[in-house]
């Protein structure tokens, strides 16, 4: 049997392929060519739902509105986990969580933050995304400034809904990094912390831990 060639397909059969496709397939497919990512703009219409976090590794939680991924045997939650490549001996690169109902997709680089936000940029780039959700758990000073840069610098960022810090002693120098560094990117002094959050719609969840 002869390969199906896919760009050769009128747009309409081609879009109801990909539109079968999971978002690790979109993902793979777009990032072949200019082409590619266009026809992947072009025929997927659904918002991407995004959350950050940083623990052992920089995670992209993906799913389309409207999809929890929480419902059995119809894993709808895509997780993107950016690596350091010393780890690809001990990290599969693709697994699923049937337990959980999500798939992992593992990507390894010698700078790993740089590839998360090449992989933000890019999913923004393809899709019609939203962060949900940012959780300022355990990230070091300096990703977590790199990271700020970025979502002030994304014009397609409209909307964080939440974001969570989880406080401790090791931390709080973090969150007011955060905030200090917020102010300055957007132009804001502390007394305009309010019309910030309106302007920016942001609303913060602050979960204070004892040690």
């Not at 390894?108 to 019609?128: C, G, I, R, W, Y």
């Not at 931390?171 to 959050?197: C, I, V, Y």
């Amino acid at each position: 049997m002869s390969p199906l060639h896919l760009l050769r397909l009128p747009f309409l059969p081609l879009q109801n392929i990909i539109q079968n496709w999971n978002i690790y397939e979109m993902y793979h497919f777009a990032k072949v060519s200019k082409r590619t990512k266009i026809v992947i703009r072009s025929a997927v219409r659904k918002r991407l739902d995004i959350s950050l976090t940083n623990g052992e590794c920089f995670l992209i939680k993906t799913s389309f509105a409207g999809n929890s991924g929480i419902v059995p045997r119809r894993p709808e939650t895509w997780l993107f986990e950016l690596r350091d490549i010393s780890e690809r001996d001990n990290a599969e690169s693709d697994v699923y969580n049937e337990k959980h109902v999500y798939h992992t997709l593992s990507l390894f680089s010698d700078n790993p933050l740089l590839l998360f936000l090449e992989t933000l940029k890019f999913l923004f780039e393809v899709f019609d995304c939203s962060i949900h959700m940012v959780y300022w758990t355990s990230w070091k000073s300096e990703d977590m400034r790199e990271v700020i840069d970025w979502m002030n610098g994304n014009d397609k960022l409209t909307r964080i809904e939440t974001v969570h810090f989880s406080l401790n002693v090791n931390n709080r120098m973090t969150l007011a990094l955060f905030l200090e560094t917020w102010f300055q990117l957007n132009g804001k002094t502390k007394s305009q912390f309010k019309l910030m959050m309106n302007q920016r719609l942001l609303r913060f969840t602050f979960w204070e831990t004892i040690s």
